[in-house]
């Protein structure tokens, strides 16, 4: 919602005739604060990090944390990619299916063994 009023402002403000669009439908949206996240992990603490989620019990969650440090990823985008997609043999990519965006695309996954970086240039 908050691109779609950014671009329908930005059509308000081109448009030729002021009369030939009516007023962004957006305004009338109430939008919940958005909130950083204060959490970082820095150099001196990531050995302990590292040994904390060593020891998770769930072995998935163990592996998407440690994919999310070394990938970049967001969690987000962590949790949505399905184990088809990734391709140990082709320089530890990911490939989704094209109805995936491009955000997910040839992503590096140093995580699960790719052991360095993709052949391709992550392309």
Do not use: C
Request: charged share 25%.
């Amino acid at each position: 919602m908050r691109d779609f009023r950014a671009a329908y402002n930005f059509a308000l403000k081109v448009v030729d005739d002021p009369d030939a669009l009516p007023g962004n439908p957006v305004a009338a949206v109430t939008f919940n604060k958005e909130r950083a996240s204060n959490r970082v992990i820095m150099p001196d603490d990531l050995a302990d990090w590292w040994r904390r989620v060593q020891a998770l019990p769930n072995p998935l969650r163990r592996d998407m944390h440690k994919l999310g440090l070394l990938s970049g990823l967001r969690p987000g985008t962590l949790v949505a990619l399905r184990r088809d997609w990734v391709r140990l043999g082709d320089g530890g990519n990911i490939h989704p299916p094209d109805e995936v965006g491009p955000v997910l695309r040839s992503a590096p996954v140093w995580a699960h063994g790719g052991g360095g970086a993709p052949r391709d240039g992550g392309q």
